[in-house]
């Protein structure tokens, strides 16, 4: 198997002080940190330089279209996490989402039929304990 190619969609302080870091404490061999995305242009270019992190974007559609990643990592207010999963399921990808996973059950649902249709992984994640 060849290395996780990882796009980190936010740029905010989950991503920048643990999604990213966490990542990079990963072996190398195993993963790797493609993009970075934010609506956000600049900040999402700041991260990539900070991070040395290839590409930034301001995108997902974007990045998702010019990017061949294995993970997305979403990162952004829980409101926006349903609609960014599932296009970047659509796209292939596995999903790693910060909690809570959406606001409205429905929205959990239908994240959960996507990743079974499309045989991907949806995970949850708390950063802290």
């Not at 829980?78 to 606001?103: F, Q, V, W």
Request: hydrophobic share 45%; proline share 5%.
């Amino acid at each position: 198997m060849g290395k996780l190619k990882v796009g980190i969609v936010g740029c905010g302080f989950i991503a920048k002080r643990r999604h990213i870091p966490g990542f990079l404490r990963l072996k190398k061999k195993d993963i790797v940190l493609q993009a970075v995305c934010d609506i956000n242009k600049p900040l999402a270019a700041s991260v990539a330089k900070e991070f040395r992190i290839p590409k930034a974007y301001s995108s997902l559609s974007e990045m998702l279209s010019k990017e061949d990643l294995s993970i997305v990592d979403i990162c952004t207010q829980p409101h926006i996490h349903a609609p960014l999963a599932i296009e970047a399921m659509k796209s292939g990808c596995h999903i790693l989402l910060e909690k809570p996973m959406a606001l409205k059950v429905s929205d959990c649902d239908q994240m959960i039929n996507i990743s079974q249709e499309y045989g991907l992984k949806l995970c949850v994640v708390h950063n802290e304990i």
